[in-house]
């Protein structure tokens, strides 16, 4: 591979580019899990001792023609370890389920409820079993890093919230709204997942900035969300998220090679005997893990 990155960028809705930032290369790939959702950008920051390498991969595809069902994480996921990514911070437009989250503020979860139906969520699932933690889904390292950039810019954030991610391409009916803002719910995406499982298979530290578009559709004198008003906040949103990802460049440069506490993880969560496992498999999961099966 011609550039070995350090993290990985997943854009969401209304962030596809890299401001400020050398453009090195953009790179096609295939992976024995196909091919992502489109060409990856990898960009370069450089400030007198500074320097970080970044891949950018928009989820959607450019132009958001990928639905979220379909957008192929198992590939995303694979092309930034590929790339040599030793995290992941994720970009996603997201509805609110509280009041004090107003649209256009910044939020970090830290917790995630899974309401997908139709997604295929493990890499392991082809005939080794491999079982692996995800009591806590979001890096907290990432996420002091993303707060403090936050922070420098003045931006609003909120942090300990749980993040719903549902299965769409629908919005919520009003009754389902209400639920999840019963369990405690903070804000609601349809991207989150499968994509922070698999970060965490390939022992990737992920964290996903969420930036807050409406009101979803618990508030019965509201009317309800529609894709006109969700673009009027992204398009402003997309704006600042420019800006968090260049002040997060600096203090992820300092922590280059520090980044990952998960090495080892899926190693020691290897089920399957050695003896069971297929030839052919050992060698396609071993392109993202070296040595593991």
């Not at 437009?93 to 009041?99: R, W």
């Not at 919230?161 to 709204?177: D, H, K, V, Y």
């Not at 704006?239 to 992820?252: F, R, S, Y």
């Amino acid at each position: 591979m011609q550039h070995k990155v350090d993290i990985g960028i997943i854009g969401g809705t209304g962030v596809y580019g890299i401001e400020g930032m050398k453009i090195l290369d953009k790179v096609r790939m295939d992976t024995p899990w196909g091919k992502p959702s489109d060409e990856i950008t990898v960009a370069e920051y450089v400030d007198k001792d500074i320097n970080l390498k970044m891949a950018f991969l928009p989820r959607h595809g450019k132009g958001h023609f990928i639905p979220p069902t379909k957008v192929p994480a198992h590939a995303n996921l694979a092309a930034l370890k590929l790339l040599g990514a030793e995290a992941v911070v994720a970009f996603s437009a997201v509805g609110s389920l509280k009041e004090e989250i107003v649209p256009g503020h910044f939020v970090l979860p830290d917790q995630i409820i899974d309401r997908t139906r139709h997604r295929r969520d493990t890499y392991f699932d082809e005939g080794i079993v491999v079982h692996v933690s995800f009591g806590d889904p979001m890096d907290i390292t990432l996420r002091e890093i993303l707060k403090k950039a936050l922070g420098e810019l003045n931006l609003p954030v909120h942090t300990n919230e749980t993040l719903i991610c549902m299965e769409g391409p629908q919005f919520s009916t009003r009754a389902e709204s209400k639920l999840y803002k019963s369990w405690g719910g903070g804000i609601i995406n349809m991207s989150a997942l499968p994509e922070a499982k698999l970060a965490r298979e390939l022992e990737l530290p992920y964290q996903m900035v969420c930036m807050a578009t409406d009101y979803d559709a618990w508030r019965d004198h509201d009317e309800v969300v529609t894709v006109e008003d969700v673009m009027q906040v992204v398009q402003k949103n997309s704006a600042n998220a420019q800006k968090v990802l260049l002040h997060a460049v600096p203090h992820l440069a300092r922590k280059k090679g520090k980044l990952n506490n998960l090495q080892g993880s899926v190693k020691f969560g290897i089920m399957t005997a050695k003896e069971k496992r297929d030839a052919q498999l050992c060698v396609k999961y071993n392109t993202l893990l070296p040595g593991y099966f």
